[in-house]
């Protein structure tokens, strides 16, 4: 089935060229940031909404990373809950560890919120948190974001691995989902 994104897509909001560029400089930042470290830093993305952001992250990063990638995600549809749930553990040792969670947007905050806890609690010696995105709007809870590519206004976005029940994460940018296609029921 052909995906119709001129149906599905209201606007992008942040094209192809515009994301490379910011991760560009993201990336330069997170050299300099890590420049002296002595163990490889654990990139923790979140799945499967971080995972081409990462990948681009990654790729211009010139310290020793481990990948890795858990499943915490307990968002249905377009509203976000409260409670995460792990679906998908990491198995790697993370005490003394440096850490950078790698998530694709922060909404509400609770999700990067827990995993942090969870992560200092298995003692971690630090987590840091960047985001592709990030709606202020939405925030419920406190959560420090260190870095961030974009801030966006409160609307449901698809793309460069945000999804709409698993739909649209491979298109190159960043979209306002349009509204009928959530609301109708059944999808
Ligand atoms: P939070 O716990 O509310 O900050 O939830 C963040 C998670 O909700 C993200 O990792 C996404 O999986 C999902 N999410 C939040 N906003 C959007 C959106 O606009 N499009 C797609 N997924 C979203
Ligand atoms: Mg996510």
Same mark, same amino acid.
């Given at each position: 089935m052909k995906v119709d994104v001129d149906r599905a897509i209201e606007k992008v909001v942040i094209d192809e060229e515009t994301?490379?560029? $910011?991760v560009?400089?993201?990336? &330069?930042?997170?050299? +300099?940031?890590?420049d002296d470290v002595e163990?490889?830093?654990i990139f923790l993305g979140i799945l499967k909404g971080s995972v081409m952001f990462m990948a681009e992250l990654a790729k211009r990063i010139n310290f020793e990373v481990n990948l890795e990638f858990m499943d915490v995600s307990s968002y249905e549809g377009a509203q976000s809950s409260g409670n995460i749930k792990i /679906?998908? +553990?990491? #198995? =790697? #040792?993370?005490? !003394? &560890?440096?850490i950078l969670i790698v998530e694709d947007v922060v909404d509400t905050g609770s999700t990067l919120k827990a995993l942090r806890?969870?992560?200092? %609690? $298995? !003692?971690?010696?630090? *987590?840091?948190i960047i985001t592709l995105l990030d709606k202020p709007e !939405?925030? %419920?809870t406190?959560? &420090? *974001?260190? $870095? =961030? !590519?974009? &801030?966006i206004p409160n609307e449901f976005v698809v793309g460069f691995g945000l999804d709409y029940n698993q739909k649209y994460r491979n298109l190159p940018y960043v979209g306002i989902l349009? $509204?009928?296609?959530?609301?109708? %029921?059944? /999808?």
């Open positions: 994301i490379y560029k $910011r560009k400089q993201l990336s &330069k930042e997170l050299n +300099d940031y890590y163990e490889p830093v /679906e998908k +553990d990491i #198995d =790697t #040792d993370v005490s !003394g &560890k440096e806890e969870i992560l200092l %609690k $298995r !003692g971690a010696k630090e *987590v840091k !939405g925030r %419920k406190e959560v &420090k *974001v260190d $870095r =961030t !590519g974009f &801030k349009r $509204r009928e296609i959530y609301e109708k %029921k059944g /999808e």
